[in-house]
């Protein structure tokens, strides 16, 4: 799927508000959206500062996404803990999957072994996306935020999305 059909999927499910910090496979996405008028992106220099972004939209009325790498879930987990999970902030979190194969760089391998065990520990609900389920993901994603009101991981492995 192209990066703005999956960018509209989200729209078309109520979600308006964007912020993140680049990556390679999230690289198309936040291209996108940063171009489109359609979509609001504010970019942030790390993962924290973005789920501070993402919140402060949530309180001012908007369906916010979030998107990072696995390695910056580490730089995260501060904020998720005692802001958006304690608050009970439904904020989409659309993390790349980097090091869970074998041929990515070095510095990806442990993050990449790690990143489903910490999001289970901190009991974020988890979809990691395939290319031919997208839109029902998405809604399934959608319906678990409304239910739970807390985040939603959406894990993004390369050429799921392009």
């Keep these: 799927m192209k990066s703005r059909e999956f960018c509209e999927l989200l729209k078309n499910?109520?979600?308006d508000f964007f912020s993140g910090v680049p990556c390679s496979l999230l690289g198309p996405i936040i291209e996108h959206l940063s171009r489109?008028?359609?979509f609001q992106y504010v970019p942030a220099t790390r993962e924290d500062e973005a789920l501070g972004i993402a919140a402060g939209a949530y309180m001012g009325g908007?369906?916010?996404v979030?998107?990072?790498q696995n390695s910056g879930l580490g730089n995260s987990i501060d904020a998720l803990t005692s802001l958006v999970l304690l608050y009970k902030?439904?904020?989409l979190l659309i993390i790349s999957w980097r090091g869970f194969?074998?041929?990515d760089f070095i510095e990806h391998s442990?993050?990449?072994?790690y990143m489903q065990d910490f999001l289970k520990t901190m009991k974020i609900?988890?979809?990691i996306l395939s290319k031919n389920d997208l839109p029902k993901q998405i809604a399934e994603a959608d319906q678990m935020m409304k239910k739970t009101e807390t985040p939603v991981a959406l894990v993004l492995k390369k050429e799921v999305v392009e």
Aim: charged letters at 30%; aromatic letters at 8%.
């Design 13 to 15: 499910s109520g979600f």
């Design 36 to 38: 489109s008028k359609d």
């Design 62 to 64: 908007k369906k916010p």
């Design 66 to 68: 979030m998107l990072m």
């Design 89 to 91: 902030f439904p904020i």
């Design 101 to 103: 194969e074998k041929n």
């Design 110 to 113: 442990l993050m990449g072994k």
């Design 125 to 127: 609900p988890t979809i």
